[in-house]
């Protein structure tokens, strides 16, 4: 099984602060992917990366940005977190590059900004 | 951008009972169609999806619909269970510079009681 394994489940920071969320998976996916999961507004794509050290803005990169250092790690920086932040925020791996494969999901950190 | 709206927000049935969740979507250029269950607490994972080459697939008790022209896509689900409570996401990918961008509805959660 595809294994997708975020760092921190649950993170409470203050405004201001740099946030890093890290994402490992194992099944040597060349794809991987940031969500943030809202009520309401489902799920939207942060930023995605199909390749080490290559990144590509999603819908909504801003106040986001990301690093790919090695093909199994993604992580998510939040240079100064606020409070419109917070929320659920979803890793993802794939294996093919286009969007027509299954996505496989981490478990999620849910963020509160104070 | 693509757009896909997802209706109904909330839907209760009876266990037993047929669930029906529908969705729309803007870019007549979209091919691929997945759609996600979310369990209470746990990862988003694809239960079926569809290629805009097929009109319908099904796999048990659920099946999925494409209509193109109408551009839209819609999940059944038959001889509900009450395991089968969970957010539900349908999802349209469209190419956009040499990725297919995968666009999430807003979810439909669905309440199945015994």
Known sequence: DVKVTQSS????????????????????????FW????????????????????????????????????????????ESASTNQTSMYLCASSLTGDFTGELFFGEGSRLTVL | GENVEQHPSTLSVQEGDSAVIKCTYSDSAS????????ELGKRPQL????????????DQRIA????????????????TQPEDSAVYFCAASKRNTGFQKLVFGTGTRLLVSP
């Open chain 2, 31 to 38: 091919n691929y169609f997945p759609w996600y269950k979310q």
């Open chain 2, 64 to 79: 999925v619909t494409l209509n193109k022209t109408a551009k839209h896509f819609s999940l059944h689900i038959t001889e």
């Open chain 1, 9 to 32: 489940r649950y993170l409470v920071k203050r405004t201001g602060e740099k946030v890093f969320l890290e994402c490992v998976q194992d099944m040597d996916h060349e794809n991987m």
């Open chain 1, 35 to 78: 969500y943030r999961q809202d009520p309401g507004l489902g799920l939207r794509l942060i930023y995605f990366s199909y390749d080490v050290k290559m990144k590509e803005k999603g819908d909504i990169p801003e106040g986001y940005s990301v690093s790919r250092e090695k093909k199994e790690r993604f992580s998510l920086i939040l």
């Open chain 2, 47 to 58: 239960i079926i999806d569809i290629r805009s080459n097929v009109g319908e697939k099904k």
